[in-house]
């Protein structure tokens, strides 16, 4: 998995920074290139010398430094980098930037977009997965500011991995020790199986809520943010996939660097996502359509003068037609948000729609927050996750849909690989990724 690949690591100025040594060479000693990333703090403990003859490639620590220094690259690397701006030239050739140790400095810095050194500069300039591996004194861990610049790290897409609990520096004892090495460097070839997973594969999301017009100026809507469909067009996108993002209203941006088609109504968005959907091989569908519409639209603004009766009508079930012209091999997802009977429902309609699992969430855990709750719904399982951001959901969703994908024989050879992977990549409980990482989250929550 790491032959052939580059890692970038960024080492912050904590007392850990010396295990550092021990990640880069055990990224080393498995065939990666890797490029060392220091702050002004880190190389107060470690000196860049060390990092310089562990990794076999210049140490980048100075902004105002040596631009080119010349690395030594896979050939894929090489080609991206241009020698004249370093920071630049490693977030191109890196295919992860993994930070360890990070400080509560750093990670505040990374929060805010701050690239006052090196490290920062290429951490913001860098579009590869981010695995972030806090380590600190356990106050400082504790410290709300740092739990949520943590959450919005994680909420952004960055992979958390630690802190452990256990005797720190300082003499006190709790979390905030790094994570072991053979644990970060799993969730570095994790990041690399995952980040080519979708490679060249046509995803079709549909999010945001719809409006349906009563007269000019007024809608029937509801409260979707459309944070949650965002997020899988942005997990998906990250993934290599090239994404079809057909979106209603939201309350947020929508995220670049996907096709958008933006629609207003029920019929709207029916329309987009039946066309997309034919050349399509994965559809999540979890846009929050109205179910009903006005059935007579007023073409002026309707006055306030005695009762007003509206008439409604259904609109039309797209999940139930896109499942009805579904492509062979095609995977299908839809969302139910129930406030009772969740489970039976979604069986329910997992049935009656025909499709291959639905994603079950309440609307008070749901709606316009950033975090979720949900459970998988299949025919024959149902498995409920903990409370997580609604990016790290979408990275459950993708990585489930990746596996159902595989099983119908719908998958390329970026998919057959990861699913190699995951079988090969050890692990403590020999188990697939996604379950693994929930785990470890919530012992370090
Ligand atoms: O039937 P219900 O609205 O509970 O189903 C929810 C799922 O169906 C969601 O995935 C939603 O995006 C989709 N849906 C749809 N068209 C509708 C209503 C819901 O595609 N008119």
Not at 87 to 99: G, K, P, S, Y
Not at 117 to 146: F, G, K, Q, Y
Not at 164 to 188: F, K, M, Y
Not at 280 to 290: I, S
Request: net charge positive.
């Amino acid at each position: 998995m790491l032959s052939g690949r580059t890692v970038a690591v960024g080492v912050s100025g904590g007392i850990a920074a010396y295990k550092a040594c021990e990640l880069v060479r055990w990224l080393k000693a498995r065939g990666s290139a890797v490029i060392v990333v220091m702050t002004r703090g880190a190389a107060e403990f470690v000196t860049p010398l060390t990092f310089q003859t562990l990794s076999g490639n210049p140490v980048v620590h100075d902004l105002w430094g040596d631009q080119s220094p010349g690395f030594d690259l896979p050939q894929g690397a090489a080609r991206k980098v241009g020698g004249k701006v370093g920071h630049v030239d490693v977030a191109e050739a890196a295919d992860v930037l993994v930070i360890a140790p990070a400080t509560a400095n750093l990670i505040a810095r990374l929060v805010h977009g701050e690239a006052p050194d090196a490290l920062t500069s290429v951490a913001l300039a860098s579009r590869s997965p981010l695995i972030v591996c806090p380590a600190m004194d356990v106050e400082m861990w504790r410290n709300p500011v740092t739990q949520a610049n943590v959450r919005t790290l994680r909420a952004r897409g960055a992979i958390v991995v630690g802190p452990e609990s256990g005797p720190l520096a300082s003499g006190l004892e709790g979390p905030g020790r790094l994570a072991d090495i053979e644990t970060i460097g799993q969730a570095v070839e994790e990041a690399l199986v995952r980040r080519a997973s979708l490679e060249g594969v046509r995803v079709l999301v549909g999010a945001g809520r719809t409006e349906e017009p009563i007269d000019p100026v007024r809608v029937l809507t509801n409260r979707s943010s459309g944070k949650m469909g965002f997020a899988l067009a942005e997990g998906a996108r990250d993934r290599g996939a090239e994404v079809t993002l057909v979106a209603g209203p939201a309350s947020i941006d929508p995220p670049e660097r996907v096709k958008r088609v933006g629609v207003a109504t029920a019929a709207e968005m029916e329309k987009a996502m039946v066309e997309a959907s034919r050349s399509a091989e994965v559809v999540l569908m979890a846009a929050a359509v109205a179910d009903f519409r006005p059935r007579r639209v007023s073409t002026r603004k309707v006055k306030r003068d005695g009762s007003l009766e509206l008439e409604l009508e259904p609109n039309p079930d797209i999940l139930a037609r896109l499942a009805s012209m579904r492509r062979k091999g095609q995977v299908l997802i839809g969302f139910a948000l129930e406030t009772e009977q969740g489970l039976r429902r979604a069986r329910a309609k997992l049935q009656e729609k025909g499709v291959d699992l639905i994603v079950l969430n309440a609307p008070g855990e749901a709606i316009g927050s950033d975090t979720n709750r949900v459970t998988l719904v299949e025919a024959r399982t149902a498995r409920r996750l903990p409370v997580l951001s609604k990016r790290e959901v979408a990275e459950e969703i993708l990585d489930r849909a990746l596996e159902l994908r595989a099983a119908r024989g719908g998958a390329g050879r970026a998919g057959r690989a990861r699913q190699v992977a995951a079988r090969t990549v050890p692990t403590p409980r020999a188990r697939p990724a996604a379950p693994r990482r929930v785990a470890a989250r919530r012992e370090a929550r």
